[in-house]
């Protein structure tokens, strides 16, 4: 007789929730987010400062809330990834397609990050006489000849300049990486997670908007971050090859950790996400758990309901 599962529970099966559709409007919705970017860079002193001052005169009592959302990033990446393991194993492989949309928005976000060399608001549109920034821009100067960089308020794109800073926080303002990841992050669990969606887009967007409260990004660099952000995750998980990662990877995990979960075999998969949505003929097809796998001694299928009978003593 075949192997039966362990105790009286069936055997889970994985949630197929990828690859999505990749629809027009999700590439509007980056797209537009990246052009009112741009718009935005263009009066850059005058929108951080009154996206900043208010936040600062009267939202001061979200502080506490942007202090804690402001944490999202690469330590929150990791513990997310621990939970869904352990605690949504069904979801185990969609945690492949996740990392590689971090690990392609990461690389973006840095090389975006080295070409336009943006100042971040207190090198720049927020620096003051006597700051301590204005002191480390001095010395700066004292040190390097023929600068690019300028102690005094405005909006600094160091671009290609010769003899500029390279990979130094202070100039690497645009995009924002942390609002990248947080859209991301909120894609992610509004997929695995529905009903709490609106919870994950709150901090996402606390996320981003703490980023311009405490001085650490221009509105513009946030509006960019997200929409390069919401582009990349829609695309990876529409793309075919991450979620077969993704099932090759929770497979061979669990064969080491244990606590394995059912999968699709690749030509089933084909046949069922070809491109065309499952349909309830497709779901008849998928292969049974529990009873209904087992057989009968000499190889014959037990239906569903119709369990081996001992015969009476």
């Not at 529970?9 to 999505?20: F, V, W």
């Not at 987010?33 to 996206?51: G, R, T």
């Not at 919870?199 to 908007?209: E, K, Q, S």
């Not at 650490?216 to 979620?243: C, E, K, M, S």
């Amino acid at each position: 007789m075949s192997q039966q599962p362990k105790g009286n529970s069936t055997p889970l099966r994985r949630q197929e929730l990828l690859p999505r559709p990749f629809h027009g409007w999700k590439i509007a919705l980056g797209i537009t987010l990246a052009v009112l970017a741009i718009i935005e860079i263009q009066y850059a002193e005058q929108s951080f400062d009154f996206f900043y001052t208010n936040l600062r005169d009267h939202f001061s009592f979200l502080d506490d809330y942007f202090a804690t959302t402001r944490q999202t990033g690469s330590t929150f990446g990791i513990a997310l990834t621990i939970i869904v393991w352990l605690f949504c194993p069904r979801a185990r492989h969609t945690l492949i397609p996740f990392g590689v949309a971090i690990l392609i928005s990461s690389v973006l976000v840095m090389a975006i990050k080295e070409t336009t060399g943006r100042s971040r608001p207190p090198y720049g549109v927020r620096m003051h006489t006597h700051s301590e920034e204005m002191d480390e821009v001095w010395a700066y100067l004292e040190e390097n000849p023929n600068p690019v960089l300028r102690p005094e308020r405005g909006d600094y794109w160091l671009w290609f300049s010769p003899h500029r800073p390279h990979f130094r926080g202070d100039y690497a303002s645009f995009p924002s990486g942390h609002a990248t990841s947080a859209v991301i992050i909120a894609v992610y669990l509004s997929m695995i997670a529905p009903k709490a969606k609106y919870l994950w887009w709150i901090l996402a967007i606390g996320t981003a908007v703490s980023r311009v409260r405490f001085l650490r990004h221009h509105p513009g660099d946030i509006l960019f971050g997200a929409g390069l952000g919401l582009l990349t995750v829609y695309w990876v998980f529409a793309a075919q090859w991450p979620n077969r990662l993704g099932h090759w990877a929770a497979t061979r995990g669990e064969r080491l950790l244990g606590s394995p979960v059912r999968t699709l075999p690749a030509d089933e998969y084909d046949r069922l996400h070809g491109g065309q949505p499952t349909s309830e003929s497709d779901e008849e097809a998928l292969p049974k758990s529990g009873a209904n796998n087992s057989s009968d001694g000499a190889g014959t299928p037990v239906e569903s309901g119709e369990e081996e009978r001992q015969p009476p003593g």
